[in-house]
């Protein structure tokens, strides 16, 4: 269930994606939730990779039916039977669509919420294009838009790349990401991904246009996604022992107005707070008083510390006489007296630098939290010390997977892992960075000893 509190920040982080998607020229869509099993089983790699989360309806009321259908894990084979019949000349191209929905996708690895989930929200786009161009640069396009979505709102740190053969969209052409850092876990965290599907789902289904000169062409595809696990992935990095940190950007209320009431100043402290309260709308900061009488001023403080807000005014006799109030910040817990006269611009102010000073905050505990790892036996300690590793890679798959085996075996010792674990000690590729720093030629790959051929990040994840 997502309460209020939890369903407003994915609407700020649904309006900023929605209309920005939008000025890229993408149209929004709807399409079914239950996709049949021949068009489900169509692409076999794509498949594979959802086999096991899959969930199927196998009764109609009472009776079983012929055929069972899928809930949709994720709708590329429920559009492009659509897109095949759509799409038939170049003036067709690009089409570019996105849809808001839920998916399922029935996990058995120690479901949590927001982070694992076998239902959950999110926006998948798909579009074709005319050529491979086109398409790369659709995609990385959306994957800077997730990149604003987790830096510029959620102010969490992220580390755009590449995923490995290993690690891609099964039956895609090539996967970039977003990676994200959980330093209480000492695990990294996909945190939305946008891929490049080649042609292989053109062919699967069929579809095909007719370019300029009158000859058979297929589409080059994407497919993006990000989910509501952006929510719980900013939980993780900003929350402390005494509740959620919220950053202003995606805080459903950002100044919560709090008078301490005594019985012959109550209602001047409430209508001042009423007054701060409307001014501070009126400069487009998000402003609630919480006036209940029921409650202690005390117990007020510790509940909307609990929920996140960005700051606390408090407002007394005392504060009333002096025309100020005391400003908490619930980022760092500093307090400040604030003259009423300035308050309004203060504050508009204050939320950027809050913003500024929680994305700076992550960002410090992430680098200081990721180590260059040139040789094996630095590897697994490096992962037990809580942190990512940047290794030079030969970047082959057999290599990647003895990586993971390695890893495992030398984490667990002699002890053993539940297969149904969402946290495997295994270390993974997490991506190969955009930003590569100089590889000189002839450096050995960590693992292998044959020449490296990229850096690559690494560590346990979700």
């Keep these: 269930i997502l309460r209020p509190w939890s369903f407003g920040i994915w609407e700020r982080i649904t309006h900023f994606f929605d209309a920005e998607i939008k000025n890229l020229g993408v149209q929004g869509c709807y399409f079914p939730m239950f996709v049949s099993q021949r068009a489900l089983e169509a692409e076999k790699d794509h498949i594979e990779g959802f086999s096991p989360e899959v969930a199927w309806v196998t009764k109609s009321g009472q009776s079983e039916m012929e055929v069972p259908i899928a809930v949709r894990p994720t709708s590329e084979t429920i559009m492009y039977p659509a897109f095949a019949k759509w799409v038939r000349s ?15 996708r029935w996990e058995f690895k120690n479901p949590t919420p927001f982070i694992r989930t076998r239902e959950f929200l999110w926006q998948e786009g798909h579009t074709a294009h005319a050529s491979l161009e086109a398409a790369a640069e659709e995609v990385l396009d959306i994957l800077d838009l997730y990149r604003r979505i987790y830096e510029d709102l959620l102010a969490v740190p992220v580390v755009k790349g590449k995923k490995t053969e290993v690690e891609k969209f099964a039956g895609g052409y090539y996967t970039t990401t977003v990676e994200a850092f959980i330093p209480a876990t000492s695990r990294g965290i996909q945190g939305a991904t946008s891929h490049n599907l080649g042609q292989n789902f053109g062919k699967m289904f069929k579809i095909e246009y007719e370019d300029e000169k009158g000859n058979k062409q297929i589409p080059w595809q994407n497919s993006w996604g990000c989910t509501t696990r952006t929510i719980g992935v900013m939980v993780m990095i900003h929350a402390d022992n005494m509740g959620l940190v919220l950053p202003p950007r995606v805080a459903p209320t950002q100044v919560i107005i709090i008078p301490v009431v005594f019985k012959e100043t109550a209602e001047a402290c409430k209508e001042a707070s009423e007054d701060i309260c409307k001014k501070l709308k009126a400069c487009g900061v998000r402003a609630e008083v919480d006036s209940r009488s029921n409650y202690t ?7 909307w510390e609990q929920k996140g807000v960005p700051v606390r005014l408090e407002l007394g006799p005392k504060d009333l006489a002096k025309q100020q109030v005391r400003m908490v910040r619930r980022f760092d817990g500093t307090k400040e007296d604030v003259p009423i006269a300035i308050l309004a611009q203060k504050m508009g102010l204050e939320m950027e630098l809050i913003q500024h000073s929680m994305f700076e905050r992550a960002k410090r505990e992430r680098e200081g939290r990721t180590k260059v790892v040139m040789k094996w036996d630095e590897f697994v300690p490096a992962l037990d010390q809580g942190c990512m590793c940047l290794t030079p890679f030969c970047n082959e798959e057999e290599w990647e997977e003895t990586a993971k085996a390695r890893s495992k075996e030398q984490a667990l010792g002699d002890g053993t892992e539940d297969d149904r674990t969402a946290t495997s000690a295994a270390a993974k590729t997490l991506c190969i960075p955009f930003d590569q720093p100089e590889l000189k030629e002839g450096t050995p790959c960590f693992i292998s000893g044959k020449p490296a051929q990229c850096w690559v990040l690494w560590g346990r994840s979700y």
């Design 90 to 104: 170049h003036r067709d191209l690009p089409l570019r669509l996105n849809q808001w929905c839920n998916v399922v």
């Design 297 to 303: 001023a005390g117990w007020k403080y510790n509940h």
